[in-house]
């Protein structure tokens, strides 16, 4: 008897997935939300009712409330890297509410890699007991669905991704046209060039990817057309990418 479609339709349907963009799903009076257009994901499993907050900010009580208007429960965060719009803080003098803001209420562990964690506690307004620091190819579990972290430096020190069930959360690493700013403290344009070609070659054509930000029309594609029209794949040398984008 073949079982794998079958097997496949219920994991599917056992699994909670939203794409939450800040300004528009929630925080929709924070005139940086609005500014900023993050994404917030929450990954989880409807099963156990279980859930992963990725990147939290501007409104965490928000989120919260979204997750428990679904019949879910934040057990988790997970951070992509230290930056306020992704874990709260200050922004050119703005303060941004985030993971500390989202810690007053629920107490659970921030996923974060271990390179970005003197980062975070400087930013987030944190401490280093508050996150679980990870080395790339760890794993995070959520009910019955398994989360991998892939360290993809170059945005920050500790910059990460995060494969599930056939998505690809790229955070600043990756958008749909371009990548991460490599210009801030703890930027490496060498190291983003090393993370887009060689570290996320790993991830296959068909693998949906959902940034951190709505910079282009789409909120997602598959990763095959990310390849073929993000500009940051064009050069074909390292060189010749640092002589395009590392500045």
Same mark, same amino acid.
């Given at each position: ?6 097997? *496949? ?23 940086? $939300?609005? *500014? ?55 922004? $050119? ?66 910059? *990460? ?24 403290p703890g930027s490496d344009p ?11 070659? *790993? ?42 984008f590392g500045r």
């Open positions: 008897m073949a079982t794998g479609a079958p097997a *496949q339709e219920a994991a599917r349907d056992r699994r909670y997935f939203r794409q939450l963009l800040a300004g528009r799903d929630f925080a929709r009076h924070d005139d940086v $939300a609005r *500014q900023m257009v993050n994404f917030v994901y929450a990954v989880g499993d409807r099963e156990t009712g279980e859930a992963l907050l990725v990147d939290p900010a501007y409104a965490p009580g928000e989120l919260l409330d979204l997750l428990a208007g679904d019949g879910m429960r934040c057990t988790g965060v997970l951070a992509t890297h230290y930056h306020a719009d992704h874990v709260g803080g200050s922004l $050119a003098g703005w303060t941004i509410d985030g993971v500390a803001t989202l810690l007053e209420r629920v107490q659970v562990p921030v996923h974060v890699q271990r390179a970005e964690v003197p980062w975070i506690v400087r930013a987030a307004g944190v401490t280093a007991e508050d996150l679980v620091a990870h080395d790339s190819g760890d794993d995070v579990a959520v009910g019955g669905l398994s989360v991998t972290l892939l360290h993809t430096p170059g945005h920050t020190p500790g910059s *990460q991704c995060f494969l599930v069930d056939g998505a690809l959360l790229s955070g600043d690493t990756l958008f749909l046209d371009g990548c991460g700013r490599t210009d801030l060498a190291a983003m060039y090393e993370s887009l070609t060689t570290r996320l070659a *790993q991830v296959p054509d068909g693998t949906v990817v959902y940034p951190g930000h709505q910079y282009a029309p789409e909120p997602s594609a598959p990763m095959g057309a990310v390849r073929r029209s993000n500009v940051c794949f064009r050069p074909r040398s390292a060189e010749e990418w640092l002589a395009a």
